[in-house]
C-alpha cells in the first residue's frame, strides 16, 4: 500500500480498504476503492477532505449510488460515501416550515418526515431513489416536480471555498441538473459537496395533507407495478428537450420515445441489455461492465443521432478509476 493511503487510514482508522463498489450502486457494476470511508457524520468531512488533499489522494462522493456507475477496474482513491442521516423541522412563519437535513438521508426517507408533519410539495417525488445530497445535485424531480421547487440553502463544501452556504439563486438549477454538477463535469472530479440541506415546505390544511399522503403512496405503488424490475439506475438518457412543466410534454419529444422507434428494446452488449418494458431504462442483465454499459450508450446515441439528428445526453454518471466523468 502507498504511504499517503497509510497515512490517511492512520489519521482516520474507520477507512476500509479494497472495497468492492458494485454493492453502493443501484446499477451492480463497479471494482474495488482502494480507500473507503462512510462519512456517518458531517463535521468529519472538512478534516478528512484535507487531509486526503494534503496526501493528494483523488476523491469522490457516493450518495445512494442511483445514478452512479463505477469503473470495472474500481477507482484509485478515496470514495466518500455520504451516510449522515440526521433530519430536523425547524418551525419558521405560521405556514412556512424548513426541513433541514444531512445530504445522506435518502429522498424517500425526507419526504416521509415531510408528509409526517402535515408538509406538503414534495409528494410527487415519492419512490424516487437516492439521497437528498444526490437529488439537489441532479435537481432531480418527477411529475412536474423538482428539487429546486423546494430547495431553500445548502452547506457546502470545496477545496477552494471551504465550507460555505449556497442560497437557491448560487446553485444555478436546471432540467436535472445544478452548479454542483456542472462545476463537477467542469473539473472533471467531485469539486463542490452538499454537507446539509435546508427545505422549504408549505403546512397543509388536514385534506391537503391526507390528500398528499394519498398521492405519494399512489406513486409508489405505480413507480412499483410499472417501473422495470433489476439492477439499473432509471432513465439512461435525459430528454433532449428541456420540458416545460406548464405542458404536457409532447412524446416525440422523450429519450424514451426517440429510442423505441430505432428499435432499442432488447438490444443487447454483454451483461447490458435496453429494458423490453421501457427504451430509456439500461439493466444490468447478470455480469454487466461499464465497459458494456458504453458500448450499448454508443450504439444508441449513434442511431437516434442517424436517424433524427438529436445528440442524447447520458443522465447516468460514468466514473473513470482517477474519478473522472466520462
Ligand atoms: C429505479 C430508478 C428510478 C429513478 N427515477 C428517477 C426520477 O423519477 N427522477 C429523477 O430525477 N431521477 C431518477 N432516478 C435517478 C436517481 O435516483 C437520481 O439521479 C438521484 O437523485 C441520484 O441520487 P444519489 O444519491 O443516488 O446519487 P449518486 O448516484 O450517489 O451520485 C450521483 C452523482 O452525484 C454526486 N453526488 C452525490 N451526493 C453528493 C453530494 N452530497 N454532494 C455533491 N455531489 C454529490 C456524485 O458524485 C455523482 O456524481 C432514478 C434511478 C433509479 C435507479
Avoid at 238 to 250: A, C, I, M
Avoid at 254 to 276: H, M, N, T, W
Wanted: glycine residues 10%; contains cysteine; charged residues 20%.
Amino acid at each position: 500500500m502507498n504511504s499517503a493511503y497509510q497515512r490517511l487510514i492512520a489519521a482516520f482508522p474507520e477507512t476500509e480498504q479494497d472495497k468492492p463498489l458494485a454493492p453502493f450502486v443501484t446499477f451492480g457494476i463497479g471494482g474495488p476503492a482502494d480507500l473507503f470511508y462512510k462519512l456517518t457524520d458531517t463535521s468529519k468531512f472538512e478534516p478528512l477532505i484535507k487531509t486526503a488533499k494534503e496526501l493528494g489522494i483523488p476523491f469522490f462522493v457516493l450518495g445512494g449510488g442511483s445514478n452512479t456507475i463505477f469503473a470495472d477496474e474500481g477507482f484509485r482513491g478515496l470514495v466518500i460515501h455520504m451516510a449522515a442521516k440526521s433530519m430536523a423541522l425547524e418551525t419558521s412563519d405560521s405556514e412556512a416550515r424548513t426541513i433541514v437535513s444531512d445530504s445522506g438521508v435518502l429522498l424517500s426517507q425526507v419526504i416521509q418526515f415531510s408528509l409526517k408533519h402535515k408538509l406538503s410539495g414534495m409528494e410527487k417525488m415519492m419512490g424516487l431513489p437516492g439521497t437528498i445530497g444526490g437529488a439537489v445535485r441532479g435537481n432531480a424531480g418527477a411529475f412536474g416536480i423538482e428539487i429546486a421547487d423546494v430547495f431553500h440553502k445548502a452547506l457546502m463544501y470545496s477545496p477552494q471555498k471551504g465550507l460555505y452556504e449556497a442560497g437557491k439563486a448560487s446553485m444555478e438549477f436546471g432540467y436535472r441538473t445544478s452548479k454542483v454538477k456542472k462545476d463537477q463535469a467542469a473539473a472533471g472530479i467531485s469539486a463542490e459537496i452538499v454537507l446539509k440541506v435546508w427545505l422549504k415546505l408549505t403546512l397543509a390544511d388536514p385534506a391537503t395533507a391526507k390528500a398528499a399522503q394519498e398521492e405519494a403512496l399512489d406513486i409508489v405503488k405505480n413507480r412499483i407495478s410499472k417501473q422495470p424490475k433489476g439492477k439499473c439506475s432509471g432513465s439512461f438518457f435525459k430528454n433532449p428537450v428541456t420540458p416545460d412543466y406548464n405542458k404536457p410534454q409532447p412524446q416525440e419529444t422523450k429519450a424514451g420515445y426517440l429510442l423505441e422507434q430505432i428499435d432499442a428494446k432488447g438490444l443487447k452488449v454483454g451483461g447490458v441489455q435496453v429494458s423490453a418494458q421501457h427504451a430509456n431504462w439500461l439493466m444490468n442483465i447478470g455480469n454487466g461492465t461499464q465497459k458494456d454499459v458504453l458500448e450499448i450508450s454508443k450504439v444508441l446515441q449513434t442511431k437516434v443521432k442517424e436517424r433524427f439528428g438529436v445528440q442524447l445526453e447520458r443522465e447516468v454518471q460514468l466514473v473513470s478509476p482517477e474519478g473522472f466523468l466520462i
